[in-house]
């Protein structure tokens, strides 16, 4: 049997200066993620996935994406839309190719209750 890490107290997760953010702002824990997902290790490592699938193209400085995702228990990716434009389709383009290029993602924490998770997720240069 597997033991689950505890849910952690949440910090906001970034890319670590990849340009990747969970963003959007649901009054959450986590700007980006529902106030109920305590899970930061996941947050992490989604961000990791979706960060090494990331190609960005040459785009001016302050471009900012941000898509809207399910990801299913099992860890697959869904209803993916761009929800704010950079104004740059180029960009736009790799931000949402990023996302499908990293399904599926690791499957939910099995101490988070929901069947899916809904993230709004920040690319920008």
Request: proline share 11%; no cysteine.
């Amino acid at each position: 049997m597997t033991s689950t890490p505890a849910p952690t107290p949440a910090a906001a997760p970034t890319g670590a200066g990849s340009g990747l953010s969970v963003g959007g702002d649901n009054g959450g824990a986590i700007p980006g993620i529902p106030s109920d997902f305590h899970f930061t290790y996941y947050v992490q490592r989604m961000l990791a996935l979706i960060e090494s699938r990331w190609y960005k193209p040459a785009a001016p400085e302050g471009s900012k994406a941000l898509v809207r995702f399910t990801i299913s228990r099992e860890g697959r990716v869904s209803r993916i839309e761009l929800e704010s434009s950079s104004g740059n389709s180029s960009f736009d383009r790799a931000a949402l190719r990023a996302l499908y290029a990293a399904n599926p993602l690791p499957p939910l924490p099995p101490a988070y209750a929901r069947p899916t998770l809904t993230v709004h997720l920040s690319f920008s240069e």
